[in-house]
Nanobody, 124 residues
Framework: QVRLVESGGGLVQPGESLKLSCEVS????????MAWYRQAPGKQRELIAV???????NYSNSVKGRFTISRDNAGDTVFLQMNRLKPEDTAVYYC??????????????????WGQGTQVTVDY
């Protein structure tokens, strides 16, 4: 069983920084990519940062230049450094991991795992 545990959310003022962490535990194999999504009230969940095994990180236009996604050397923790936060960054932030898994019926297939979400609020 794969489990993603996020931490680091909270309340900050505009212009401040936060760093989110997401630790992956359990049966980890063949991670294709790790990503951060967010969902603001009344809006759809959006992909904001992704890092693959071979590709460099990619960011949505809304966070490019302010947020940085990274992985630890073991590859089972992903971080999101958020700088110069704005009120419009307020959302629940979700960690996502995509892995290749195998079973006898389907062979190799791709599967997504999600964290429980962590609230980030940017306000005075």
């Amino acid at each position: 069983q794969v489990r993603l545990v996020e931490s680091g959310g909270g309340l900050v003022q505009p212009g401040e920084s936060l760093k989110l962490s997401c630790e992956v535990s359990g049966t980890i194999s063949n991670i294709n990519q790790m990503a951060w999504y967010r969902q603001a009230p009344g809006k759809q969940r959006e992909l904001i940062a992704v890092v693959g095994n071979t590709d460099g990180p990619n960011y949505s236009n809304s966070v490019k230049g302010r947020f940085t996604i990274s992985r630890d050397n073991a590859g089972d923790t992903v971080f999101l450094q958020m700088n110069r936060l704005k009120p419009e960054d307020t959302a629940v932030y979700y960690c996502n991991v995509n892995m290749n898994e195998y079973d006898d019926h389907r062979g190799w297939y791709s599967r997504d795992y999600w964290g429980q979400g962590t609230q980030v609020t940017v306000d005075y």
